[in-house]
């Protein structure tokens, strides 16, 4: 094999609780991570260099980022990784809560073992992901193309394939500015921390009542970010779920009625500047 293309899916959370944070400085969480349609598109060719070239289309990526450090992981323990050019069709909008990031940097591990026969067991792939980001393990966890969700808890490392029925249709909101997840956090640590009460509700989801979902990081965030107030203070009407995803910027609304989600955005774009959507 010479070369290989791979997606990787951006998610949603289901509920985010954060309720502490380790003494690594590391927060505790409880969540229900989704993965959704949207997803980056990721090629990978085996060069006859001794060099690893990452190049991202659509967005300005640091030097150090999720993907580079996969890379590096493996070829810690396999220098075999290498004399590679890795093209990453950026479409999952960056600080926005989505896990752009951690999808790729799992896609890319996933994508490696294949095409270096590096025959590493998922737990393994599970061990290099965590080396990378406390997200990683989510998008390891199931099949790369699959649209599953997990119970997320602890400090991201305790994932378990959590089957949860949604409504059908899906409406992603992102703001013109992102938010810095380093910046969400710290501000977090001042307001303090909750216990979590995701298992009511999931039990309202699954009864299909309307859920106003709790995201620890909503009253920080419409403080932080003017289009993010704006856009929560807009859906008021019943909806199925409504909630801030990950420490943001993006707002998603999940219903069964697709016209009341294409007013929505309609509206949206009318009421506020250089909003981006994505429904499906």
């Known amino acids: 094999m010479k070369s290989i293309k791979i997606n990787a899916h951006a998610k949603v959370n289901i509920g985010l609780y954060i309720t502490g ?13 989704k993965k959704i349609p ?17 190049r991202f289309n659509g967005q300005e990526v640091p030097i150090i980022n999720t993907v580079s ?3 590096f992981a493996l070829q810690k323990d396999f220098p075999i990784v290498n004399g590679i050019e890795i093209i990453i069709d950026k479409y999952i909008p960056f600080e926005a809560g989505l896990g752009g990031g951690s999808s790729d940097a799992a896609s890319v591990l996933y994508a490696l073992n294949k095409l ?11 061990e290099y992901g965590r080396k990378v980001g406390s997200d990683v393990s989510f998008f390891l966890i199931g099949s790369i193309n699959t649209l599953y969700s997990c119970r997320v ?3 991201g490392e305790k994932v378990k394939l959590f ?16 938010i810095s997840t380093q910046k969400a956090y710290e501000l977090i640590d001042n307001k303090g921390f909750n216990k979590s009460n995701l298992d009511n509700m999931v039990s309202d989801i699954k009864n299909k009542r309307l859920v106003r979902n709790v ?13 993010v107030k704006e856009i929560l203070d807009h859906l008021k009407e019943p909806l199925r779920i409504v909630s801030l995803t990950g420490s943001g910027s993006c707002v998603f609304v999940y219903d069964n009625d697709e016209d009341k989600l294409d007013k ?17």
């Open 21 to 33: 944070k380790d003494t690594d400085g590391y927060h505790y969480l409880d969540s229900i991570f």
């Open 38 to 54: 949207l997803k980056d598109e990721i090629y990978i060719f085996k060069t006859k260099t001794k060099r690893v070239i990452i």
């Open 69 to 71: 450090k996969a890379v």
């Open 116 to 126: 270096f026969d590096l025959h590493l067991s998922k737990e393994r792939l599970l």
């Open 264 to 280: 929505i955005r309609e509206q949206l774009t009318h009421k506020i500047k250089d909003l981006k959507f994505y429904q499906y």
């Open 163 to 178: 089957p949860l029925t949604l409504p059908k249709y899906l409406l992603v909101i992102k703001p013109k500015n992102g």
């Open 153 to 155: 808890q602890g400090k």
């Open 215 to 227: 995201n620890d990081f909503e009253p920080i965030i419409k403080d932080l970010n003017i289009q």
